[in-house]
């Protein structure tokens, strides 16, 4: 079953806004949001939640205040500063625990407890598009990788009980654990980028990324307009590397109104900027093997 992840490298090109596009264009398929440190495509497409999972990873510890002797061992040993000690009491601050179980071992009254930290949900959700599988991180939260990686299996286990042939998948900004975790068997990534010295820094990175996993990939340039010369820059990079240009999309205000009105840009102006969109849906679908087109 084809899977289909849209990058960015960095934040703010456009991928969410093209994403809820393409959601809105593709037919018989799963959508899913990687993004789960700052999900955001729930904003344009308003799921319905029709169930919901606790999403545990790692582990903190907790001091347990009736085994505790004050010794001050853990607070001596933790090299992240996360014990305190406030009139007397001890106490762990779990923003500062890194899981390391240094004090649960060294303690010598066994008063460290160590379960397993809640770090998030995960959700499956109905939208105006079809299904949807979406997460959110707590705060301050780690494992966003692991995480991702139960998004995916999730999707591909409803992808194939809904009988659907086609996951799209809104990937996390950047190059880290969440994006690598998103790139995993995946068949297709696409880049949208922006003509700017950092856009193509960080689309050079996700090509990196996309060529140590052998991943094939298409880039789109959006708002190209605003920017001739890093756009070409962006081109020849692209040729330089063997890597299909999908398609150029101008600065358009459309995208603005789209996002203020919670609407797909392709339903906000389906006849405009849409029309370019669609085109842009043609090409991805056309590289990725996928027999659909608008």
């Not at 703010?12 to 959508?31: E, I, P, Q, Y």
């Not at 298409?218 to 307009?225: F, Q, R």
């Not at 001739?228 to 020849?236: H, I, M, S």
Request: proline letters at 5%; aromatic letters at 6%.
């Amino acid at each position: 079953m084809p899977e289909i992840v849209i990058l960015s490298g960095k934040g703010g090109t456009g991928k969410t806004s093209l994403t809820a596009a393409f959601a809105h264009l593709a037919k018989n398929k799963v959508l899913c949001d990687l993004d789960v440190d700052a999900p955001d495509l729930h904003l344009i497409l308003k799921p319905e939640n029709l169930e919901t999972g606790e999403f545990f990873s790692g582990n903190e510890a907790i001091i347990n205040q009736n085994l505790c002797t004050g010794c001050g061992i853990c607070r001596d040993m933790c090299r992240y500063g996360a014990v305190s000690v406030t009139n007397g009491v001890f106490g762990i601050n779990p923003i500062k625990c890194e899981g390391c179980k240094v004090c649960v071992h060294f303690c010598p009254a066994g008063a460290v407890d160590f379960p397993q930290r809640h770090c998030g949900q995960w959700r499956v959700s109905e939208t105006r598009f079809g299904a949807m599988v979406h997460a959110q991180l707590f705060p301050g939260s780690e494992n966003s990788g692991k995480l991702v990686t139960l998004l995916k299996r999730k999707s591909k286990e409803l992808a194939k009980a809904k009988g659907r042939e086609l996951i799209i998948c809104d990937g996390a900004p950047g190059i880290g654990c969440p994006v690598i975790s998103s790139l995993s068997g995946a068949n297709l990534a696409v880049a949208v980028t922006e003509p700017t010295p950092s856009g193509r820094h960080d689309l050079l990175r996700v090509m990196d990324l996309c060529r140590h996993f052998r991943l094939p990939m298409g880039v789109i340039v959006n708002k190209w307009d605003i920017n001739g010369e890093e756009t070409a820059l962006v081109e020849d990079l692209c040729a330089a590397r063997g890597v299909r240009i999908l398609g150029r999309l101008p600065h358009d205000p459309a995208v603005t109104g789209a996002m203020v009105q919670g609407l797909a840009v392709t339903e906000f102006d389906p006849a405009g900027f849409g029309r370019l969109v669609k085109d842009v849906f043609n090409e991805v679908m056309d590289l990725a093997g996928v027999k659909q087109s608008v």
